[in-house]
């Protein structure tokens, strides 16, 4: 905690200035100095976007849609019009809760320039207007089996190739989707189309620099002109509603209540292929509750957010052996933060400083406890597998970290620092003519992308930081169906 102002009252009842600054009594850093690193660092974390770059975004995700629709044409497992969730940051920001052991390290200004998270809908159950309840007999908290006895034999027929089987004593047969099985599916469909794709190349198309499986994810890095962008493309299962185990949840009171609807937090959620620590990673699917937390986002200060980006940046690199600790686990202690804080208090413009020392000190609480509750399955503790030994070793990480918060928050700038450079030395080597989008067919690049291109520049200006859900048919991929919030443009 930072050190309060010190304040004397002279014998007229008046209030002098402070002797000497606002100090955070751990560390001796000044408030105000911490502060203006803050500010510094999100200066240069925070990208603007010109009109070229604009498009050259517009470029990557058009071509990720139609090549998903092409994945759609193959087998028609997909569904055919689909509705993807596209969230700004890769699986490696923590955007969604997938372990991150089992991804190889990508890094912004050397691998790739912009980064982005798609959820793509293997099956929806968009049909209920009740509590979701799911298979979690076998499973650890907040993981779930998924039957396809929930859809009809067409789903089957089309699915039980991704599926476990296993036969009951009466004789029944019971399939369950397989996250493995069909992130397996998933990546060599993928594979497949864009080897056809780049056969036949087409003026303006993005260059496929790197496809890979990283466990249940597939990464993509596409060069766009003078830009790379990361897409880590997730197979998920959609549903309208809420789960059942989370119902207890809504009983609670929380900061967001009178600012967002309850219907817009609860409007669905997915299952992500990932599998708790001692689950069967062929069966096990974990409860995602992203779509939730994009409305939930809109609920939190800047300077808060301010705080979380710092905080983050400083964490992914110094808690990145063994790795146990992973940015969705301080997102949700900074949700149980906005729960617990006035709201007055989390609005200060001027308390970055204070949020991130206490965001430091939250984290450090959560691992000498090992106690880390998911924030819409409380009973679920995400740090319980860890090893006493693992935990004390990152406890002690950051204890140096709260020693000298300013010293780690000029290494944090540093980085990213050095990541732009890399960028803007690539973008000087890359090419600086408009690029046409993947359906051109060569004719006058600048009509109608350079309109198209404006609008996706005033989207990003007018909504700083948000993620953008993306409708999109696979039969009619030439038209944008960008959704902010509940606004399709």
Not at 240 to 262: C, R, Y
Request: glycine content about 4%; some cysteine.
């Amino acid at each position: 905690m930072a050190a309060p102002l010190a304040n004397k009252t002279g014998s007229a009842g008046t209030t002098s200035k402070p002797p000497f600054p606002e100090l955070d009594f751990r560390s001796g850093a000044r408030v105000e100095e911490l502060n203006k690193l803050i500010q510094e660092f999100t200066k240069h974390d925070q990208r603007e976007y010109d009109d070229q770059r604009a498009l050259e975004i517009h470029t990557a995700k058009d071509f990720i849609f139609s090549m998903l629709g092409m994945v759609q044409k193959l087998d028609q497992k997909l569904p055919v019009a689909n509705e993807y969730l596209l969230l700004s940051g890769g699986v490696r920001e923590g955007v969604v809760d997938i372990d991150l052991d089992e991804l190889n390290v990508y890094a912004r200004g050397t691998d790739y320039d912009m980064d982005f998270t798609l959820l793509v809908p293997a099956l929806k159950l968009h049909d209920r207007n009740q509590p979701v309840t799911l298979d979690m007999r076998h499973s650890a908290l907040c993981h779930s089996w998924l039957s396809l006895r929930l859809f009809d034999e067409g789903t089957i027929s089309k699915w039980k190739d991704c599926c476990t089987i296993v036969d009951h004593i009466n004789g029944a047969t019971n399939y369950f989707f397989s996250p493995t099985k069909v992130a397996d599916w998933f990546y060599e469909s993928i594979s497949i189309v864009l080897s056809e794709i780049q056969k036949k190349p087409q003026r303006g198309m993005p260059k496929v620099e790197k496809v890979e499986k990283n466990g249940t994810i597939i990464s993509i890095i596409l060069g766009v002109g003078s830009s790379r962008m990361l897409y880590d493309i997730v197979p998920v299962v959609s549903f309208k509603g809420w789960p059942a185990v989370a119902q207890s949840w809504l009983m609670e009171n929380h900061f967001w209540d009178g600012k967002i609807t309850e219907e817009e937090v609860i409007s669905g959620f997915y299952l992500v292929p990932a599998c708790s620590y001692k689950g069967k990673k062929d069966n096990e699917w974990r409860l995602s509750f992203a779509r939730s937390e994009v409305q939930l986002k809109k609920c939190i200060s800047s300077s808060l957010m301010q705080a979380y980006q710092a905080c983050k940046a400083i964490i992914i690199k110094l808690l990145s052996r063994p790795k146990a600790i992973s940015p969705y686990h301080l997102r949700s202690m900074m949700l149980w933060a906005c729960d617990r804080l006035p709201a007055s208090y989390l609005a200060q413009e001027d308390y970055a400083a204070h949020f991130l020392l206490g965001l430091i000190d939250d984290l450090q609480h959560c691992l000498v406890n090992k106690m880390c509750p998911n924030y819409f399955i409380p009973q679920c503790n995400m740090l319980e597998h860890l090893s006493e030994d693992t935990v004390m070793l990152h406890a002690r990480k950051l204890s140096s970290v709260r020693s000298d918060p300013a010293e780690h928050l000029r290494t944090a700038i540093e980085h990213v620092k050095a990541a732009n450079r890399l960028t803007l030395e690539l973008q000087r080597r890359g090419s600086t003519t408009s690029i046409p989008s993947p359906q051109s067919d060569g004719g006058d690049p600048n009509q109608p992308d350079d309109r198209l291109a404006k609008k996706l520049q005033q989207l990003v200006t007018e909504n700083p930081g948000k993620s953008i859900s993306v409708f999109i048919n696979p039969d009619d991929v030439t038209r944008p169906h960008f959704r902010i919030d509940d606004k399709f443009f």
